[in-house]
């Protein structure tokens, strides 16, 4: 079945470091591939997707590439800011299924 | 965006007691809805879809007379935890898409905290 593995948390960073998390799935059809953020005490927002290979979401600075040969969907922002701490869930919707499969999360935690 | 609100945020309830949760879409309507459950570092797991007036899709596993729900209207759904133990302590989130159509954006409720003591 459909799988999302993403880089265990907790990662710290000063602000204005580089960030990276790293997101790989597997799946039997053609996903579409989202990044969730979710701050705290707030519901799941979504951050970026992408719905095909080679497709780059981007939003807030952060992006993320479909990669369909690595089968990843990598996050990164080249400079983080103290407001972009919190939990940050990969997830797919698989071809003909509107649900998501979420990676476990990662939590992120920016130091002034 | 459009906004789905939750409630309650978190819950503690006694052993044998039955615990509900709603789930609401506030500015728009929502054909189907998403029940997912989360224990500690671990991915959410979708337990069930589901659509307006029809019954419930419970995924493999997912026991569906322990875990009712209803989606009685078009901007309400209720996930109810019935005879609750404390394995089912957990983090429930609900989310609700907006059309019948493929790949339209999920919005997510803010998740209940459920502890069964």
């Known amino acids: 079945g459909d799988s999302v593995t993403q880089m265990e948390g907790p990662v710290t960073l000063s602000e204005e470091a580089f960030l990276t998390i790293n997101c790989t799935y597997t799946?039997?059809?053609?996903?579409?591939l989202f990044w969730y953020v979710q701050y705290p005490g707030e519901g799941l927002q979504l951050l970026l997707k992408?719905?095909?290979?080679?497709d780059k979401g981007s939003n807030k600075g952060f992006e993320a590439t479909y990669r369909k040969e690595t089968t990843s969907f990598h996050l990164e922002k080249g400079s983080v800011q103290v407001s972009d701490s919190a939990v940050y869930f990969c997830a797919l919707s698989d071809t003909g299924r509107r649900a998501l499969t979420f990676g476990s999360g990662t939590r992120l935690q920016v130091q002034p | 965006g459009a906004v789905v609100s939750q409630h309650p945020s978190w819950v503690i309830c006694k052993s044998g007691t039955s615990v509900k949760i709603e789930c609401r879409s506030l500015d728009f309507q929502a054909t189907t809805m998403f029940w997912y459950r989360q224990f500690p570092k671990q991915s959410l797991m979708l337990m069930a879809t589901?659509?307006?007036?029809?019954?419930?899709?419970?995924e493999q596993g997912v026991e569906k007379d322990k875990f009712l729900i209803n989606h009685a209207s078009l901007t309400l759904s209720t996930l109810t935890v019935t005879s609750a133990h404390p394995e089912d302590s957990s983090f429930y989130i609900c989310s609700a898409t907006q059309h019948r159509a493929m790949n339209t954006e999920a919005f997510f409720g803010q998740g209940t905290r459920l502890t069964v003591v």
């Open positions: 589901s659509n307006e007036g029809s019954k419930a899709t419970y």
């Open positions: 799946a039997t059809g053609y996903p579409s």
């Open positions: 992408a719905t095909k290979a080679d």
